[in-house]
């Protein structure tokens, strides 16, 4: 059975960190554009970040992400990661992981939520003093 996994959500305060995983199973990650999203309470679910396939490995993030956030992929453990650094209260929320197929000219639409066609079921971030 194909699916992500989502972990490493917790409770920090604010100006901590995390980091996110994504684990891919019956499938490989090497071969798809992976994102990281953000539903916050009440709010649409946004793009955080973005890594392309392995055969280019671009990453993209959003303007509030920039110098935060690092995204990567490790191969070997068919995983993605998000990397978080001084987090805010606006941080907090459900990330998901998400695949995608789409090649470069899509690349500076990496945020768009209809550009990815398999969901993680998330993990909850919660930044709280």
């Known amino acids: 059975q194909e699916q992500l996994v989502e972990s490493g959500g917790s409770v920090v305060q604010p100006g901590g960190s995390l980091r996110l995983a994504c684990v891919a199973s019956?499938?490989?990650?090497?071969?798809?554009?992976i994102g990281w999203f953000r539903q916050a309470p009440g709010k649409e679910r946004e793009g955080v970040a973005c890594?392309?396939?392995?055969?280019?490995?671009?990453?993209f993030y959003s303007d509030s992400e920039k110098g935060r956030f690092t995204i990567s992929r490790d191969m070997d453990k068919n995983t993605v990661y998000l990397q978080m650094n001084n987090l805010t209260f606006e941080d907090t929320g459900v990330y998901y992981c998400?695949?995608?197929?789409?090649?470069?000219?899509?690349?500076?639409?990496?945020?768009?939520?209809?550009?990815?066609?398999?969901w993680g079921q998330g993990t909850q971030v919660t930044v709280s003093s």
């Open positions: 890594i392309s396939s392995s055969l280019d490995e671009k990453t």
């Open positions: 998400a695949t995608g197929a789409f090649n470069g000219h899509f690349y500076s639409m990496w945020s768009r939520r209809d550009l990815y066609d398999r």
């Open positions: 019956g499938f490989s990650l090497d071969y798809y554009n």
